[in-house]
């Protein structure tokens, strides 16, 4: 069913301007608004979009407090992949359309964990860090092992995990996954090989997380499973912060078990200035970074405004949260 006098409200962003946006919403007939300031809280989305019938949405949590309280709302899409601040179950319940941008930054967090996993296997970031100050020479790095040697892990085989595996097979890793929910034949396509968890933990020199946040997935690496790691393996997320306990993953970096991580994403964001994290030579840090590109964050509000429009048009949104 169309919506003859659709409203669309973002509710929170960190673009630049929403002009593309507005520019997909109006040309359609519809109306773009903009919630000012911009809603963080469950109280602040229910004072101001009263009126949508849309809501476009960076990180405000989409509850179900906030689903009953805005029942004009029939549709809530997300900027981005992932979709952990929606209650996906209650927005099912009341029949409330959710949807997300499957495909946005593809390249750009595929690019980014590679770099990542380069810079860790060279030791890049520690003969930084010696030399600025005022050290040199590479012994006390060994070992430093040629990237054909070692096995890279992805945990988790959808867009992002499957771009990550074609562009580290150039550099001649071995490279294993786990990933339930997809089928064998993929894997081999990709010259992958499948295994299980317990598996992919012990035999990765590199694992690379790749899944959602979801309860089953939330501090997956945790004491136990960072001590059934190879001794010396290198850690990567690109995916979301709590799926890594990082109170554990300190004990590991101090113990020298886990040779080095590699985060663009923390458990708590922006990463507090008291973390541990900050203090190692062996870890990079990036400010959830993975995902930008001057390209990709076009493509994401392009493609956002392009579902609402089309919900309010009355056509069918595929879009069905695809996690990468």
């Not at 997320?237 to 109170?247: C, D, Q």
């Amino acid at each position: 069913m169309q919506h003859s006098n659709g409203i669309v409200i973002v509710t929170d962003h960190g673009f630049p301007s929403i002009q593309p946006q507005r520019e997909i919403i109006e040309s359609a007939g519809f109306s773009l608004q903009e919630a000012c300031p911009i809603c963080r809280t469950e109280g602040e989305i229910i004072d101001r979009c009263q009126s949508a019938d849309v809501l476009l949405v960076q990180w405000a949590p989409v509850t179900k407090k906030v689903l009953q309280s805005v029942p004009r709302v029939r549709c809530i899409i997300r900027y981005g992949i992932g979709v952990d601040n929606f209650d996906l179950d209650a927005a099912k319940e009341l029949n409330v359309v959710a949807a997300n941008v499957p495909d946005y930054c593809l390249e750009e967090v595929s690019d980014h964990a590679l770099a990542m996993i380069l810079s860790l296997v060279r030791r890049m970031p520690q003969d930084n860090a010696q030399i600025r100050r005022g050290e040199w020479g590479v012994g006390k790095f060994f070992p430093v092992r040629a990237c054909s040697d070692l096995t890279l892990g992805l945990f988790g085989f959808g867009a992002i995990a499957r771009r990550v595996a074609a562009k580290a097979l150039g550099f001649g890793f071995s490279i294993i996954a786990c990933d339930p929910g997809v089928a064998d034949a993929v894997f081999e396509q990709r010259h992958v090989k499948h295994v299980d968890l317990t598996h992919l933990l012990h035999a990765s020199d590199v694992l690379s997380l790749h899944v959602p946040l979801l309860p089953q997935t939330r501090h997956v690496i945790n004491r136990q499973s960072l001590a059934s790691m190879r001794p010396g393996a290198l850690l990567i997320n690109t995916a979301r912060g709590p799926l890594v306990n990082e109170t554990d993953l300190v004990e590991a970096l101090r113990s020298g078990h886990i040779a080095g991580a590699g985060l663009d994403v923390f458990e708590s964001e922006p990463l507090p200035s008291s973390s541990v994290l900050r203090s190692f030579d062996n870890v990079i840090l990036t400010s959830h970074a993975a995902s930008v590109s001057e390209r990709a964050v076009v493509q994401l509000q392009v493609k956002a405004a392009e579902l609402a429009r089309d919900f309010l048009l009355g056509k069918r949104l595929y879009s069905a949260l695809n996690f990468s």
